[in-house]
């Protein structure tokens, strides 16, 4: 008789527990990931995440908690816990965040971004575990190049680092001012100059020059040319430096004579000159007024001249 009682007693325990149990929807909200799943209730949250087979780190949060039961269909929202590495202008800092955004983090470590700021990622975007944010300063640089003058947005660093940044390459022989090695601030300005060389040839007159001879048969002063001159050519090769396609400096490299000049033959005379050296009257002795000169010269030759 005790045994039939018994026996009653646990079938009705069964069908108690049977008829307050039930299946139901619930629903994971995991950050950005949702899943829904069908379970029985009522469960604890625990054990509807472990069915699930969603893990739960130590620093996370789950809402309700996890040994809370559900009773009915329900929602579970889980916040993670992120550590984010923060790179301001090359400075490290390390931050963590449960859930959230980018904005979210800033607001909690009180970083303001500056309007020549700028950012690797968007402020909306959600927080992941190990995110990098890189944040640089962009500075207006003024850069004259290649004919051009423009103001372009700069980030920290050199020179050189920015030239590579917008695809502004230096020939061999360029130069620029300042220093590649120049840290980039606010104004900077930057001049590059291209320099090219090119070779050019040229023909050029040789002028023919003038050789003078002593000729003893003409009188001191008198100059006969006795060979005409003729001008001659050669091929000259310059090394032209240019600066923005213009020119600023010529070299001679190599000279070649082509046609060689004649020189012009000049006969110059060296018989000193015959001059005068006195004279004396001599008149008619009828006194008809004419008569003659006793002239005497240089040389030491004497004339006579009637009048």
């Not at 799943?37 to 509807?48: G, M």
């Not at 940044?165 to 061999?172: D, F, K, P, W, Y």
């Amino acid at each position: 008789m005790i045994k039939k009682i018994l026996l009653g007693i646990s079938l009705a325990l069964v069908l108690s527990l049977s008829a307050c149990s039930k299946q139901v929807e619930v629903t994971i909200k995991d950050e950005n990931a949702t899943t829904t799943i069908e379970v029985k209730v009522p469960n604890t949250v625990e054990a509807i995440l472990n069915e699930a087979e969603i893990t739960i780190g130590e620093e996370d949060a789950v809402s309700p908690a996890l040994d809370e039961k559900l009773e009915d269909a329900g929602e579970i929202t889980i916040q993670r816990m992120h550590n984010v590495k923060i790179v301001v202008d090359g400075e490290e800092k390390n931050a963590k965040m449960l859930g959230g955004t980018v904005d979210d983090l800033f607001k909690q470590e009180s970083i303001v971004l500056n309007d020549n700021m700028s950012m690797n990622v968007n402020g909306s975007d959600a927080l992941k575990d190990n995110m990098e944010i890189i944040i640089e300063s962009a500075y207006g640089v003024k850069i004259k190049h290649d004919g051009k003058e423009e103001t372009l947005s700069a980030s920290p660093g050199t020179i050189e680092d920015f030239l590579k940044s917008v695809n502004i390459t230096l020939g061999e022989d360029d130069t620029i001012n300042p220093s590649l090695d120049t840290e980039i601030k606010e104004g900077l300005e930057i001049v590059i100059e291209r320099i090219t060389y090119e070779e050019v040839s040229e023909t050029e007159v040789i002028p023919y020059g003038i050789a003078k001879q002593n000729d003893a048969s003409m009188q001191a002063g008198q100059e006969v040319v006795v060979v005409q001159g003729k001008n001659g050519e050669k091929k000259v090769t310059y090394r032209i430096k240019k600066v923005d396609g213009e020119e600023v400096e010529k070299e001679v490299i190599s000279e070649e004579v082509t046609v060689q000049a004649v020189n012009a033959v000049v006969n110059v005379g060296t018989k000193p000159a015959v001059y005068e050296l006195y004279r004396t009257d001599f008149p008619n002795c009828s006194g008809d007024g004419h008569g003659y000169y006793e002239v005497h010269y240089s040389d030491g030759t004497v004339a006579y001249i009637n009048y």
